[in-house]
């Protein structure tokens, strides 16, 4: 395998972290249907879905383990506080990793996004 093509998060309500994703986020929506919404990031440079759930979840924790990384091109200290702006209270501090300046955010369904001001 070379590379990771395309991901899908299962969630509790589909409506609400699509509004999540877009509203709070920024991220724009490429194509939607009734199961499934996928998100554009970075004008197209990144993609991934929110989906209705592939098995039953009630109960469960569903972002426990998961973390998605975006490399972003403005300065992470600017988003997070853009972020924040806009809502979000989930949103960690500012770390240094071995990859350059980032912060995690949480969605509604405890996924961990994680955006990267890289070096």
């Not at 395309?6 to 939607?32: H, M, P, R, T």
């Not at 109960?59 to 506080?81: P, R, T």
Request: glycine share 8%; aromatic share 12%; hydrophobic share 40%.
């Amino acid at each position: 395998m070379r590379e990771l093509t395309f991901a899908s998060l299962q969630v509790k309500n589909l409506e609400a972290s699509k509004d999540f994703y877009q509203k709070q986020l920024g991220f724009e929506i490429g194509n939607e249907n009734p199961q499934a919404c996928i998100f554009k990031y970075n004008q197209g440079e990144a993609s991934f879905a929110i989906r209705t759930p592939l098995e039953p979840i009630e109960g469960k924790e569903l972002g426990i383990g998961v973390a998605l990384w975006f490399a972003v091109n403005e300065n992470v200290d600017e988003l997070k506080e853009k972020f924040i702006l806009n809502r979000i209270t989930t949103a960690g501090p500012i770390i240094e990793t071995p990859f350059g300046r980032a912060f995690h955010v949480k969605d509604l369904d405890g996924y961990k996004l994680t955006f990267l001001e890289s070096k």
